[in-house]
Structures are given as structure tokens and as C-alpha cells.
């Protein structure tokens, strides 16, 4: 689990510096796509969904 934790965390490190950079390319989409994986395994996985949904519903109440 650590492993995990800490894979998320470099990988949303280089994702925000990409971004920040606006080095957009393959390579940040692939930075993204590793992030979101690592973070879909971690225990912010079920914040991460109710807030989306939450976001969802609030649009949707407009």
C-alpha cells in the first residue's frame, strides 16, 4: 500500500509540473492516465467518486 501511496504522489508531482509547464503531449497524457490509475488503488478512490458524483448532481440541479 505504501508503494502505491508514493506512486500516486510522484506521479501527481510530474502531472501538475507538466501542466504547469503546459507541456501537453503523449507524455502528460500517459502521466494522467498512470495517475488516475495509482489513485483509483488508493484509499482517496472513494472521495475522488463521491465528489465527481456529487459534481454531477449539483450540474445536473442546475
Known amino acids: 500500500m505504501a508503494v502505491t501511496i508514493s506512486l500516486a504522489a510522484l ?3 510530474v ?3 507538466l501542466l ?3 507541456t501537453l503531449g503523449y507524455g502528460s497524457a500517459f502521466i494522467a492516465m498512470m ?5 483509483a488503488s ?3 478512490a472513494a472521495t475522488v ?3 465527481t458524483n456529487a459534481a454531477v448532481e449539483a450540474l445536473r440541479n442546475l
Do not use: D, H, Q
Not at 495517475?35 to 489513485?39: A, E, P, R, S, T
Open 11 to 13: 506521479f501527481g508531482i
Open 15 to 17: 502531472l501538475a509540473l
Open 20 to 22: 504547469r509547464a503546459r
Open 35 to 39: 495517475f488516475g490509475f495509482y489513485l
Open 42 to 44: 488508493t484509499g482517496a
Open 49 to 51: 467518486n463521491e465528489l
